[in-house]
């Protein structure tokens, strides 16, 4: 089993940063792809950005491109999402998730991504 915890959420106005924080724990670490997802009310859960176990591959969803950094910590078992300029189309439950199997297919799809959080809130006021 793989436990991921999200930090970082909270409330900023438009224009503004936050940086969230996922911090994996449990089995082994191993070589996991791990994204961020993002689901506003009412709406589907959809794909913000993920990145591979070397750190070296990132993918991002056209909206973010250009605002937001996925990075790895040092020990790979913390990822960030670093989000600047933040507009009020940002405001979501944002969830962490993990790849276990480590390919680098399809990082934008929610079904290759087996372990989630249980998500931490953005909320972007105008």
């Known amino acids: 089993q793989v436990q991921l915890v999200e930090s970082g959420g909270g409330l900023v106005q438009a224009g503004g940063s936050l940086r969230l924080s996922c911090a994996a724990s449990?089995?082994?670490?191993?070589?996991?792809?791990m994204g961020w997802f993002r689901q506003a009310p009412g709406k589907e859960r959809e794909f913000v950005a993920a990145?591979?176990?070397?750190?070296?591959?990132?993918y991002y969803v056209d909206s973010v491109k250009g605002r937001f950094t996925i990075s790895r910590g040092s020990a790979k078992n913390t990822v960030y999402l670093q989000m600047n300029s933040l507009k009020p189309k940002d405001t979501a439950i944002y969830y962490c998730a993990a790849d276990t199997s480590g390919r680098w297919n399809t990082p934008a799809s929610r079904d290759e991504y087996d372990y989630w959080g249980q998500g931490t809130q953005v909320t972007v006021s105008s």
């Open positions: 990145i591979s176990w070397s750190g070296s591959s990132t």
């Open positions: 449990g089995r082994t670490f191993g070589n996991y792809v």
